[in-house]
């Protein structure tokens, strides 16, 4: 069982939801990235996406593009990120982390000796947008042997077919993206979001969780109550990007134990993840 796997089985015997932080490595500061992910997992996170720098994010919206600049700009690449994976390891083997990013870095570094320097680094999880699952079984069976899952989106705008795809592939969890839009833009759809994970739930066997659009605790704890996780990404880092580096941590620490408060009141757990697929 996969480090995702056993948080997810560990959560749903609690009854609780599953809070998953994105942060992108090397921003605010260069040096502060596994320090802030060692608060983050403090705070009550159960997963921390780590966003792998690229020049051009294609899902993101301003926040997130401007921190990949950031950290592009401070020479912080795909090797650095491993690194930092590493060095959270050396004192967190409890909580998973997933790298999410594009597939030019992935491409470049060379998909076999990525999966085995992910593995190496104590990566759990991949989630590359701009890999469509039909076409990376390949990709996604190197990760699954090296008990790494890869991870998908799934957007309002999904047929029932590219479901199923991602269903017969996907293991860990499949993120769900709310909005139609890149992150950080528009209003979120909370009635939206209790629609569609049903639907979503009908093809996967793994939790859904849902992200894009969720800033504050009341929107965290409403979109909690139909799903199984909640993806918080532009808003932690609006909060940091103009704070010194002593007071990263602790603004994003602050945050993050808001958020877990309010998943931590709700009163009963979701629809658990079905047995089987259900095209």
Not at 81 to 96: A, H, I, S
Not at 224 to 229: K, L, M, N, Q
């Amino acid at each position: 069982m996969s480090r995702i796997a056993a948080t997810f089985a560990r959560l749903a015997a609690e009854g609780r939801k599953a809070l998953i932080p994105y942060v992108t490595a090397g921003d605010p500061y260069a040096d502060v990235t596994v320090e802030l992910m060692h608060a983050l997992a403090a705070a009550g996170s159960d997963v921390i996406e780590l966003g792998v720098p690229f020049s051009d994010p294609m899902a993101d919206g301003p926040v997130i593009q401007r921190a990949s600049e950031r950290a592009l700009e401070r020479g912080i690449g795909l090797r650095d990120v491993l690194d930092m994976v590493r060095r959270f390891r050396e004192t967190d083997d409890r909580t998973p982390v997933v790298l999410m990013g594009y597939a030019n870095p992935v491409e470049r570094f060379g998909p076999d000796r990525f999966v085995d320097q992910a593995h190496a680094a104590g990566v759990d999880g991949v989630l590359i947008v701009d890999y469509p699952p039909q076409e990376c079984e390949t990709f996604a069976a190197q990760l699954r042997a090296r008990s790494m899952d890869p991870i998908f989106l799934l957007a309002p705008t999904s047929t029932e077919a590219r479901m199923a795809d991602v269903g017969r592939i996907a293991t860990g969890y499949v993120y769900y993206v709310s909005l139609k839009g890149v992150t950080g833009a528009g209003h979120l759809d909370t009635d939206a979001v209790a629609r569609m994970v049903p639907r979503i739930r009908r093809h996967v066997n793994v939790p859904v969780g849902v992200g894009f659009g969720i800033r504050d605790a009341a929107t965290a704890q409403a979109v909690a109550a139909v799903s199984d996780a909640v993806v918080i990404g532009s808003r932690i880092i609006q909060l940091i990007e103009n704070e010194p580096r002593e007071r990263v941590t602790s603004v994003a620490a602050g945050f993050i134990g808001e958020i877990r408060a309010a998943l931590d009141s709700l009163g009963s757990p979701a629809e658990p993840p079905s047995e089987g697929v259900h095209p």
